[in-house]
T-cell receptor
C-alpha cells in the first residue's frame, strides 16, 4: 500500500495526558497537512509542511499542539495536556502538485479524551 | 478567510433518484475539489475543476464550476447505495491551503 498511513487509528486518553500521532505521507509528496474534523463539520486546517519546513499554522493550533516533520518524511502531531475539546478525528494529507490543492488523505486518528 | 458554504447539509433519498448538491463562496478560487468521505475514513478526492464554466463527468457524477469560479455543483444521476457518504468541496485560492466546506451528508436507501 503506497497511500498515506496514520497511526494509531484510535486513541483513548484521559484528560491531562499527552498524545502523539504519526503520519507517513506518500513517498514522493513534498507537502504534508494536518487537519482536524469533528462530527458534522468539514476538515479544519491545523498546519502544513513543505519538506521539513513548517510554513503555516492555524490559530486553532494552541500552544499545547506541536507538529514536526524531521527530514521531510514522516510527521508527528503532539497534543500536550489534552482536554475534552480535543476529541476529534485528526487527518493527515499529502500532495505533490505545486499548488498543493489535490490532497491524499490518510484514514485519520480518532482521539477520544475522557 | 475563504468560506465555502455547502447545501443541503443532509440529503436522504431512494435508490434511483437524482440529486444536486451545491458549494458556494463569495471568494474566487483558482480551483475547487470535490471529495467523498465514508464514516471512519479520510476524504477521497473525486475531481478538480479549474476553468470557469468547466463540466467534468465521473460515471454518474457530473461536476460543474461556476463561470465566476465562486461556486460549484455536483449532480448524481440514478443514485445508488454505494454513493452514500459525506461530500465535501474544497478550494485552495491563492494561499495553497485547501479550505473545506461542512459537507453534504448523503444517504441513499435501497
Amino acid at each position: 500500500d503506497t497511500g498515506v498511513s496514520q497511526d494509531p487509528r484510535h486513541k483513548i486518553t484521559k484528560r491531562g495526558q499527552n498524545v502523539t500521532f504519526r503520519c507517513d505521507p506518500i513517498s514522493e509528496h513534498n507537502r504534508l497537512y494536518w487537519y482536524r474534523q469533528t462530527l458534522g463539520q468539514g476538515p479544519e486546517f491545523l498546519t502544513y509542511f513543505q519538506n521539513e519546513a513548517q510554513l503555516e499554522k492555524s490559530r486553532l493550533l494552541s500552544d499545547r499542539f506541536s507538529a514536526e516533520r524531521p527530514k521531510g518524511s514522516f510527521s508527528t502531531l503532539e497534543i500536550q495536556r489534552t482536554e475534552q475539546g480535543d476529541s476529534a478525528m485528526y487527518l493527515c494529507a499529502s500532495s505533490v502538485d505545486l499548488a498543493g490543492e489535490k490532497l491524499f488523505f490518510g484514514s485519520g486518528t480518532q482521539l477520544s479524551v475522557l | 478567510t475563504q468560506l465555502l458554504e455547502q447545501s443541503p447539509q443532509f440529503l436522504s433519498i431512494q435508490e434511483g433518484e437524482n440529486l444536486t448538491v451545491y458549494c458556494n463562496s463569495s471568494s474566487v478560487f483558482s480551483s475547487l475539489q470535490w471529495y467523498r468521505q465514508e464514516p471512519g475514513e479520510g476524504p477521497v478526492l473525486l475531481v478538480t475543476v479549474v476553468t470557469g464554466g468547466e463540466v467534468k463527468k465521473l460515471k454518474r457524477l457530473t461536476f460543474q464550476f461556476g463561470d465566476a469560479r465562486k461556486d460549484s455543483s455536483l449532480h448524481i444521476t440514478a443514485a445508488q447505495p454505494g454513493d452514500t457518504g459525506l461530500y465535501l468541496c474544497a478550494g485552495g485560492g491563492g494561499s495553497y491551503i485547501p479550505t473545506f466546506g461542512r459537507g453534504t451528508s448523503l444517504i441513499v436507501h435501497p
